[in-house]
């Protein structure tokens, strides 16, 4: 059985389709095999890894809404040991179309259950929302990665997520957990050093011990289609995402219950 670990923060712009990748691409340097879904119109995780999203001749859109589509057959490989199954702006209609139908909720899970794959890893990448796409995307997961900004203004999303989080779990998925809370651009500035210190007192050891620092060239990575362990393998927010995916590969650092979120979640 694979592991289906959602990377979520209804957040924008702080890091979940970098993590997506760099976490993807790092599984399979490890010699796993992954599935990464781009669950997120805006198709950056489709970009991301090089493929052009007007070239599509078919997304997860068309398998998220007919039955008669199995999943694996928009998948695109896109290195030798990770299949994509890509997103174009299509993908926002499904938000409007899937909320009209029964049990909405649980569309992608039931892809997930019927798709035949010796994959060991499915990454969904999140869109910037807590609406129907993420919601599937929890309800298909048994994990989830939060990327998370180091920013006190930005504590009180994440407390909006990690009660998301809980309702899936109590209505949906009583098994999903959150594997970690992973700060994945973080600047060299007082304010992020604080937050983070906060972060940590809250969360315990919830939040990854590892960072990944602000660094230009994991931006430029993204733009030209690669990974930062593909585009710069030697610099040190490549070997932040290695040790990362090491951790997360492993296991670890255990997997937290909900019921022991409850109090931090307060206390956000
Ligand atoms: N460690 C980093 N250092 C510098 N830039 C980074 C880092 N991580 C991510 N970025 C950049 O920040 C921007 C947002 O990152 P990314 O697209 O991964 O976030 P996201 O949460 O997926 O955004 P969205 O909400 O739009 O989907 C991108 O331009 C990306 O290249
Ligand atoms: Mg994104």
């Known amino acids: ?17 970098t993590t997506t990748i760099n976490i993807g691409i790092g599984l399979s340097e490890r010699g796993r095999s992954v599935i990464l879904i781009d669950f997120d119109p805006q198709g ?20 998220l809404i007919d039955d008669e589509t199995p999943l694996d057959w928009v998948f695109l490989r896109v290195r030798s040991k990770v299949v994509l199954a890509p997103a174009g702006i299509d993908l926002a209609g499904a938000e409007f179309e899937l909320a009209a139908t029964a049990d909405w909720q649980q569309t992608l899970r039931r892809r997930l259950v019927t798709l035949k794959t ?23 997961a048994n994990e989830v990665v939060v990327p998370a900004e180091c920013s006190f203004l930005a504590f009180r999303g994440l407390s909006g997520l ?33 937050a983070l210190e906060e972060l940590r007192r809250i969360c315990g050891p919830l939040v990854s011990d590892i960072i990944v620092p ?6 430029d990575a993204l733009i030209s289609g690669k990974s930062i362990l593909e585009f710069d393998p030697r610099s040190d927010a490549a070997e932040a995402f290695r040790r990362i995916t090491e951790v ?18 307060r206390r956000l």
Do not use: W
């Open 162 to 194: 990690l009660a998301t989080i809980k309702g899936v779990q109590a209505r949906f998925n009583p098994r999903l957990k959150i594997t970690t809370i992973l700060p994945v651009k973080v600047p060299r500035t007082v304010h992020a050093r604080e």
């Open 118 to 140: 010796e994959a060991d890893f499915i990454l969904i990448d999140c869109p910037t929302s807590l609406g129907v796409l993420t919601v599937n995307a929890l309800v298909a």
């Open 44 to 63: 950056s995780l489709t970009q991301g890894l090089g493929v052009d999203p007007d070239s599509l001749s078919a997304t997860t859109y068309d398998a």
């Open 248 to 265: 997360i590969d492993h296991g670890e650092k255990g997997i937290y219950e909900g019921a022991r979120l409850r109090g931090r979640l």
């Open 1 to 17: 059985m694979a592991r289906v670990i959602a990377i979520a923060n209804q957040k924008g712009g702080v890091g979940k389709t």
């Open 214 to 219: 602000q660094r230009v060239k994991v931006a």
